[in-house]
Nanobody
Framework: QVHLVESGGGLVQAGGSLRLSCAAS????????MGWFRQAPGKERDFVAT????????NYADSVKGRFTISRDNAKNTVYLQMNSLKPEDTAVYYC???????????????????WGQGTQVAVSS
């Protein structure tokens, strides 16, 4: 059974930084692309960032380009999201997502992912 467990969320002032982690188990991690999505209250789940299975390709939502960085450590079965220059509009629950084994390419829509974490809250105060 696949488990994705996010950590690193919290409350931060605007302009601050947070680093989210997502530890995966039960997944052929090095053969799966990974992604981060977020969902604010009353809104749909939105794409944030994605990384290919090898880490060689990344893609970001326009709203976070230049501020967020996705990375992965296949030896640790962990994907990260470094968030800098945070804004109040970044406030949301952040979800880690994994594609099925063999789906090595990046994905930008929720339905490309078969596995989801429980989410971690990020709150940015102005």
């Amino acid at each position: 059974q696949v488990h994705l467990v996010e950590s690193g969320g919290g409350l931060v002032q605007a302009g601050g930084s947070l680093r989210l982690s997502c530890a995966a188990s039960g997944l052929s991690f090095s053969r799966s692309a990974m992604g981060w999505f977020r969902q604010a209250p009353g809104k749909e789940r939105d794409f944030v960032a994605t990384i290919s299975s090898t880490g060689g390709t990344t893609n970001y939502a326009d709203s976070v380009k230049g501020r967020f960085t996705i990375s992965r450590d296949n030896a640790k079965n962990t994907v990260y999201l470094q968030m800098n220059s945070l804004k109040p509009e970044d406030t949301a629950v952040y979800y880690c997502a994994g594609r099925a084994t063999g789906r090595t390419a990046v994905g930008v829509t929720p339905d490309e992912y078969g596995y989801w974490g429980q989410g971690t809250q990020v709150a940015v105060s102005s």
